[in-house]
């Protein structure tokens, strides 16, 4: 969602601001600004659209301080214009720039309102503008200001303030919403996200729910929630800078979905040893909670949603008790019902995904135990969660997953391994599933060396506005997968279907201009998919089919692909990258922008 940076420092930070929003870009936004201190005071610049508007803007009129803050917004409260973006102030005392949503703003407005408080922006940030100002009246101290307004706020936030009377401190607090401090030498930041600071410091502060911290060029002051001061630990990035750097590729999507051979062995490492697995991946109490597991609920959203999909059939298959999947958005807002002995397991790239981890607030006290796999050490998830297996697939940038969703399954593969332990998985069942986990890497690059052949391939899409993904048994989730790609970068309206389903009702939608298709490994489905797919044919549909076998072979209406041979138990991983490729060459035939496409944004922090 939105992006956050500041800085303070004894240097002029314009640059290193607009150098942070700019590697935030990925996040989803519709405008951006500034504000700095400067010897005239807090002066600030903001603008419509992408960084570059708000770049020209500075390169025109230059802010020169030391301290400043810098937001992207995606709009939650009022339309996108430079009125309602980031940062807001209140006169010309303070700015303030803010991620996540104040739900009883309304309440707070008409309270402003009715004190004199002028307001020139429909958002709900304004109001702690406001709120700052009227507190500072009755306190010299910006940080004591602050803690004693978040008591009001209720909903998410994270907030980066700075206050015309003091331009050498920047202060900060976070609930519910991401965000670190980078730590410097001389010089301190913030951002909702490190990837925004690699190019000033490696080493990040992560703040608690309901802390607040004064950030000055030399020093960080952190108080929690009940006003005590605390340290909270440094620790060091350890993800390459090159990850923020396209390379030779053409954009980062596609760089991505390269980098899934390498990721997956990332994932692995340090967490197999020969035939078995190292369980203490999981952490210190893994295996004291996996011995009690009777069951598991799965919650996640989007892309992870469909990862959890898959690994409901081999949880079921292969340990033997029950695994429900449900989607965060939904969970969270209706009565559950929780069986004991139960583990909540949260999938999330980012571990900030907000319908996830209130989901995970909602229950935490009620479960056995929770697991959240994840890609961002030090997320809101992880810290909260009594069990995290890190997925080690480096920053994403695309917004349309890729290499998270397959580390997500070699993650999960992993857990169904630790939970079979417990439940009659002979020692030669572990080792077969680890061997087969040691080659899918190299099955991924060979599948990647399809790229020609799809790029062939998509160009019977660029004009089609519609089209329908199937598959059965583990490859139906991976089916949702590739469609919901294929909408997210091409605006191309797909949809998914088990293969079985499509005489009740999806039959209806299937001519010439429907191109259907289909993921048709080799496995004890194939028949009764091969039955499926010659009722497409015979109602004129076009099929583009992804197989495993020479039992399919391309003739008039069919087209076929022969993806390469791999485990049964691993297919979900392998016949995924042919569909990432068939969506990402589909949009670049018709012209989206494929990192950042429209509406979307990469983190949903906000619901």
């Not at 206050?163 to 050498?168: I, L, M, R």
């Not at 010659?534 to 004129?540: N, T």
Request: charged share 20%; hydrophobic share 40%; net charge negative.
């Amino acid at each position: 969602m939105c992006g956050i940076v500041g800085a303070v420092a004894a240097r002029p930070v314009q640059e290193i601001l607009l150098e942070g929003l700019r590697r935030l870009e990925y996040r989803g936004y519709d405008s951006a600004g500034v504000a700095l201190h400067t010897d005239s005071g807090i002066l600030r610049c903001r603008r419509t659209g992408k960084v570059k508007a708000l770049s020209d803007a500075l390169e025109e009129a230059p802010l020169q301080g030391p301290t400043g803050i810098a937001h992207t917004r995606w709009a939650t409260h009022g339309v996108p214009n430079e009125a309602n973006a980031h940062p807001h102030m209140s006169s010309d005392q303070l700015a303030v720039v803010h991620n996540g949503i104040i739900e009883n703003f309304e309440e707070l407005k008409a309270s402003l309102q009715a004190d004199g408080y002028e307001f020139s922006s429909d958002t709900d940030t304004e109001v702690i503008a406001h709120l700052l100002a009227k507190e500072l009246k009755s306190t010299s101290s910006l940080h004591t200001a602050v803690s004693n307004i978040i008591g009001q706020l209720e909903g998410a936030y994270a907030l980066g303030v700075i206050e015309k009377s003091d331009p050498s401190q920047l202060v900060t607090a976070r609930k519910g919403s991401p965000l670190v401090i980078g730590v410097g030498i001389g010089e301190n930041f913030i951002a909702s996200d490190q990837l925004a600071l690699l190019q000033v410091t490696d080493r990040f502060m992560f703040l608690e729910d309901g802390d607040v911290a004064t950030l000055t060029a030399g020093q960080i002051t952190v108080t929690d929630l009940n006003g005590a001061k605390v340290e909270r630990p440094i620790s060091q990035f350890e993800h390459g800078v090159s990850s923020a750097d396209k390379g030779e590729f053409k954009h980062f999507m596609l760089k991505e979905i390269y980098e899934q051979p390498s990721v997956i062995n990332a994932c692995l490492e340090g967490r197999i040893s020969g035939d078995k697995l190292l369980e203490q991946c999981f952490g210190a109490k893994a295996a004291g909670i996996f011995d009690q597991v009777k069951q598991i609920q799965i919650i996640a959203c989007g892309t992870s949603f469909h990862a959890g999909l898959v690994a409901k059939y081999w949880i079921e298959s292969l340990v033997g008790i029950p695994c429900m999947v449900e989607v965060a958005s939904e969970y969270r807002y209706r009565t559950v019902v929780i069986q004991e002995g139960t583990l909540f397991l949260t999938i999330s790239q980012s571990g900030e995904t907000a319908d996830t981890l209130a989901a995970l607030r909602e229950v935490q006290s009620r479960v056995l135990a929770s697991l959240v796999i994840c890609n961002v050490p030090g997320s809101s998830l992880v810290r909260e969660s009594d069990l995290a297996l890190m997925t080690n697939a480096g920053p994403e940038i695309g917004v349309a997953s890729t290499k998270a969703f397959t580390t997500q399954l070699v993650a999960l593969m992993l857990t169904t391994i630790a939970l079979g332990r417990r439940n009659g998985m002979s020692e030669a069942t572990e080792a077969s599933i680890i061997q087969a986990l040691k080659k899918v890497a190299d099955q991924v690059e060979q599948a990647l060396e399809m790229d020609k052949d799809i790029e062939q391939m998509a160009q019977s899409f660029a004009e089609k506005s519609h089209s329908l993904f199937l598959g059965r048994g583990t490859l139906y989730p991976v089916a949702k997968e590739g469609a919901l790609k294929l909408k997210e970068i091409s605006y191309i309206h797909a949809e998914s279907y088990p293969a079985g389903e499509l005489k009740h009702g999806p039959l209806a939608l299937v001519d010439k201009e429907m191109p259907v298709v289909a993921v048709a490994p080799q496995n004890d489905m194939l028949d009764k998919l091969k039955a499926n797919l010659q009722e497409v044919r015979a109602r004129g549909g076009e099929l583009f089919v992804f197989a495993g076998s020479d039992k399919l072979q391309s003739e008039e209406g069919t087209y076929v692909l022969t993806v390469p041979e791999c485990e049964e138990i691993m297919q979900p991983l392998v016949y995924t990258i042919p569909l990432q490729l068939l969506s990402y060459h589909v949009a670049v035939l018709k012209g989206t922008d494929v990192d950042q496409p429209r509406n979307l944004a990469k983190s949903v922090t906000v619901e």
